[in-house]
């Protein structure tokens, strides 16, 4: 049972606290695990991206909490209010670790160091758009994109650079990545959308690599999560030509009642912040591109 003692803040669920009014370390930290908590998602403390709270046993040892001590990885993971912020007490700069199945969420982890939009690009080619759905950027320029979990067994990798995180956990927001970058939810920057059901595709393993895809021999990109995977992957003097092209093609999404236009706005807008572009270049971006003479169907 979730309890609260006189020292737990009060956080609304779904919604984090204002990190610069709330300072640095313990208190932001806290905050936003107890935000998950009250949300009904169980979380537990990381060092880097492995769990704060030293190991028990060896590792094999079959015990997976049973013992009444923590150390047991993803499965000391809790919803209790007073244990998180003990936790935290402890551990004042933790990231946050979101376990997947026991929460009933299944993540698509896409690294771009490892290939990983050029496979989303395949996927989305052979098998029709993905679904739009709760989606988190990485610190390091990936995306998770969070569904829920259909229940079942599911394949642990989709293709090169994009894994299926179902059994595990992954870092949740605003956890500092290695980069020096923290993770963060895109869109709105709120977390309690409900995620979209599993893709029924999505459950069959992937295929044998093919030859790696360049951006040019994809057309068309067709959903939100292309886009943003389309600007993050903008070079130096390319950044306002692929935000206004995703601009575009976001509003033709919009206008076909396939997207959300407030919803396009942010995560563009997150993604151009992701690549360098300052808040008022990429706003003038995406507002030159509403603008802008449309055609239905219109590709890069």
Sequence with gaps: MTTRNAETPRVMAGAFPNDR?????????????????QHGW?????????????RVHEVGHPCRGECGQHGHGYHDATRDL???????RRYPSAGIGLPCAPNGLAVVDVDPRNGGRETLYRLERDHGTLPGTLMQITGGDGLHLVYAHPGRDLPGKLGPGVDVKSNGYIVAAPSLH???ARYAWAGDGRFNHWPAAWPAFLGVRAEPARPTLSLESVRPIASLVGLVAFVLEAREG????????AACRGLELVRAGKADGPSVFASLMDAAARIGLPDAEASRTLRSAERAPHRTGASA
């Excluded at 007073?82 to 935290?88: E, F, H, K, L, V």
């Design 82 to 88: 007073d244990q998180i912020s003990a936790w935290w």
């Design 42 to 54: 169980s979380v537990f403390p990381l060092a880097g991206k492995t769990p704060a709270i030293p």
């Design 238 to 245: 390319e950044r306002n030509s692929r935000l206004f092209w």
């Design 21 to 37: 009014a709330m300072g640095v370390g313990s208190p932001v930290m806290v905050a936003h695990a107890l935000a998950y908590a």
């Design 178 to 180: 290695p980069s020096g």
